[in-house]
């Protein structure tokens, strides 16, 4: 079974550029994350798929990031203008499907998408 | 606020030793995934604890699951140098994970 596929793995930009990162999950997956990971600390949730809807989105800087998952499959995440402080990993992720109870929400990472802001 | 603390933030130890990981967590959970990453590289499962008292072992790693008490372990036997990286853990809250900051794990030769 193919893993989660993120491209491009490595991106360096000058700051007010725009930036585009895509994923594409495991197949049959409903549910599409993505993360911000800044070197040193814990993923960061940016925005919350379930099919080509959209579950959460409040961590998501929405004057300058963007999401979709228009056929809810694969997914791209946009920044625009990229700052600074944006220079982190992004992780895409899938799983199943949202469950409750004694059932997993265990999530399958990509090899992530490195973004330097100069 | 669903807060989620790793302690140690860095362990660094020698092969042969064991240690332990802590995982406390400031909500009513009861599920918990333990994941470990390699430097420059992306986030793999390791655990995945699904009830209180619960209890996984993959080799020389053993993760378990105290929800009374909201805390989880992932404890470490006889360390090798290959157990090195970052292990999080991750609290299932509202459909969403939690992370923890990560503990960073040398193991010295």
């Known amino acids: 079974e193919a893993g989660v596929a993120q491209s491009p793995r490595y991106k360096i930009i000058e700051k007010r550029q725009s930036v585009a990162f895509w994923c594409n999950p495991i197949?049959?997956?409903?549910?599409l994350y993505w993360y911000q990971q800044i070197l040193g600390q814990g993923p960061k949730l940016l925005i919350q798929?379930?099919?080509?809807?959209?579950?959460?989105d409040s961590q998501l800087p929405k004057d300058r990031f963007s999401a979709e998952r228009l056929k809810g499959v694969d997914s791209t995440l946009k920044i625009q203008p990229a700052k600074l402080e944006d220079s982190a990993v992004y992780l895409c992720?899938?799983?199943?499907?949202?469950?409750?109870?004694?059932?997993?929400?265990?999530?399958?990472f990509g090899p992530g998408t490195r973004l330097t802001v100069l | 606020e669903l807060k989620v603390e790793q302690n140690p933030l860095f362990l660094s130890m020698q092969e042969g030793k064991n240690y332990t990981i802590y995982c406390n967590y400031s909500?009513?959970?009861?599920?918990l995934y333990w994941y470990r990453q390699d430097p420059g590289k992306s986030l793999e499962s390791l655990f995945v604890?699904?009830?209180n008292g619960a209890v996984k072992q993959e080799g020389r790693l053993m993760a378990s699951l105290d929800t009374k008490a909201r805390l989880s372990t992932l404890h470490i036997t006889a360390a090798v140098h290959d157990l090195s990286a970052t292990y999080f853990c991750?609290?299932?809250?509202?459909?969403?994970?939690?992370w923890g900051a990560g503990t960073k794990l040398i193991i010295k030769p």
């Open positions: 992720a899938s799983s199943p499907r949202l469950t409750s109870g004694r059932m997993s929400n265990e999530q399958f």
């Open positions: 197949s049959g997956h409903a549910t």
């Open positions: 798929f379930q099919n080509n809807g959209v579950v959460d």
């Open positions: 909500t009513t959970s009861d599920r």
């Open positions: 604890l699904l009830s």
């Open positions: 991750a609290v299932d809250s509202n459909y969403q994970l939690i």
